[in-house]
């Protein structure tokens, strides 16, 4: 008996067929009316009584032509053998086709994991009022220029490549807007082969998110970055690396009113600044940092610019800005500004200045320090606070806060650890550490306020 072992059931009609032949010869080999035989068995059992027992004085052994007795003996042997051997086959053929259907279900699982890692999967989450999970949707690989929209998520099952350049004109290698919108990238790269091909690599709007994303490689000369938002959206848990121009972008456009949340972000090496946001005039912007390092890129860590009439609402928790060639954070305002620091910030061994706000006409605001603020080791200034004079902004340290800003001055040019030129006031002065005896200390070229300071330890904590 042979069937293909990659789906069994194809031969089920083929075992019937065996089986009745089977059935068949065995009736032959039993007389119909032979008082111990199958055929009688089957009688008996259906009138609920017992088989005659066979004669125990058969002598199988002899030569002899055989009486009746011993005939009809003989054939409820064979009948019960029959019946055995019958039953053995279909053990015997239950365990192959066991054996089969294994095969067959560990073939078709081996080749749907195979795809799956070969393809990327567009997955539609587009629920319904009743909430219920929707199916996956497959699609081909993910090609660079593809936009989500709506309630679609994207995600990434391996690392898209972008091999060829803009062909439309676009500038966005994927595309996620709309709330709800969310691109899944699953620790896969996005990169670009042909530098200076596709401006951004992820663009996120109107209050998408992008999660798990390594971005590098792309800009356009001194445009572009690894990830762009505009008008509101997310980016968490990611890796912004080795771009030409800056690592993330965030925009506003003109009259808007958007909220930004970068988390658990890590945004190093890029070739300009590792954040920078520019409001257009007329919007406001509540942007949220929490758990982000920028780390070693070419010019500033962060860079905030707000226009005129532009609000900028700045929230930074737990995060860091070290190693950059310029600058740690910069802050250059014509517009309002409400800033708060919590849990820990650091900007360390940057080649500039620690913390600069350059504050000018028009601008007011407040710098809140509700945690532990630290600017050591930068090449210049620790906290430079300059601009227009009299400009209405007030760095006020919360009484559960600290501002330490030591061992900077790095070149020896007499650079401050906390330098005010004049657009700035300090409040909360219980919670500033700066200088020592005959070290940077504070300073103002034009007699502005200052702070006063607990002189930092000779050894200040890394």
Not at 40 to 67: M, W, Y
Not at 205 to 215: H, M, Q, T
Not at 312 to 317: G, W
Not at 375 to 382: E, I, Q, V
């Amino acid at each position: 008996l042979k069937f293909p072992l990659n789906c069994p059931f194809q031969a089920l009609p083929n075992i019937k067929m065996t089986l009745l032949k089977l059935f068949n010869a065995s009736n032959a080999n039993s007389p119909k009316d032979d008082a111990g035989g199958f055929n009688s068995q089957l009688e008996n059992k259906g009138r609920d009584q017992p088989p005659s027992p066979p004669k125990d004085d058969v002598d199988f052994d002899s030569t002899e032509a055989a009486t009746p007795q011993g005939k009809s003996s003989v054939s409820f042997l064979r009948s019960k053998v029959s019946l055995a051997c019958l039953w053995i086959l279909v053990f015997a053929l239950l365990v192959v086709g066991g054996v089969g259907i294994f095969q067959y279900n560990s073939a078709s699982a081996s080749a749907v994991g195979h795809i799956q890692q070969q393809e990327t999967l567009i997955v539609a989450n587009n629920r319904g009022k009743a909430g219920k999970e929707p199916s996956l949707l497959c699609d081909s690989p993910i090609k660079c220029g593809h936009t989500v929209t709506g309630k679609d998520k994207l995600s990434f099952l391996e690392d898209v490549v972008c091999t060829e350049g803009p062909k439309n004109g676009e500038e966005c290698a994927i595309t996620v807007s709309g709330e709800g919108a969310e691109l899944d990238c699953n620790g896969f790269m996005i990169s670009q082969e042909t530098s200076g091909s596709w401006k951004y690599g992820i663009c996120v709007s109107d209050g998408a998110k992008a999660v798990k994303c390594p971005v590098q490689r792309f800009g356009v000369g001194y445009e572009g970055a690894g990830i762009r938002v505009e008008d509101g959206g997310e980016v968490e848990d990611s890796e912004v690396m080795f771009n030409i121009h800056n690592g993330i972008e965030v925009g506003g456009s003109q009259g808007s009113t958007a909220t930004t949340k970068i988390s658990d972000t890590f945004i190093h090496d890029n070739g300009s600044d590792g954040i920078r946001f520019k409001g257009e005039t007329g919007s406001e912007s509540s942007i949220q940092i929490e758990g982000v390092r920028t780390i070693n890129n070419g010019e500033t860590g962060m860079v905030f610019i707000v226009l005129a009439d532009t609000t900028m609402i700045l929230r930074v928790k737990d995060s860091e800005t070290s190693y950059n060639k310029v600058a740690g954070f910069l802050s250059s305002s014509f517009g309002s500004i409400d800033f708060e620091l919590e849990g820990f910030f650091n900007s360390r061994y940057n080649g500039g200045t620690g913390m600069s706000f350059y504050n000018y006409n028009l601008s007011e605001g407040e710098i809140k320090v509700k945690g532990v603020v630290n600017l050591y080791k930068n090449k210049y200034h620790g906290l430079f606070m300059g601009g227009t004079v009299n400009v209405n902004v007030n760095v006020v340290v919360d009484k559960r806060g600290a501002l330490n800003s030591c061992s900077n001055d790095q070149v020896g040019n007499g650079f401050k650890d906390i330098f005010n030129d004049g657009s700035g006031t300090f409040s909360g002065e219980d919670g500033y550490t700066c200088g020592a005896e005959g070290n940077s200390g504070t300073g103002s070229s034009t007699g502005a306020d200052l702070p006063d300071c607990e002189y930092c330890p000779s050894c200040p904590s890394e």
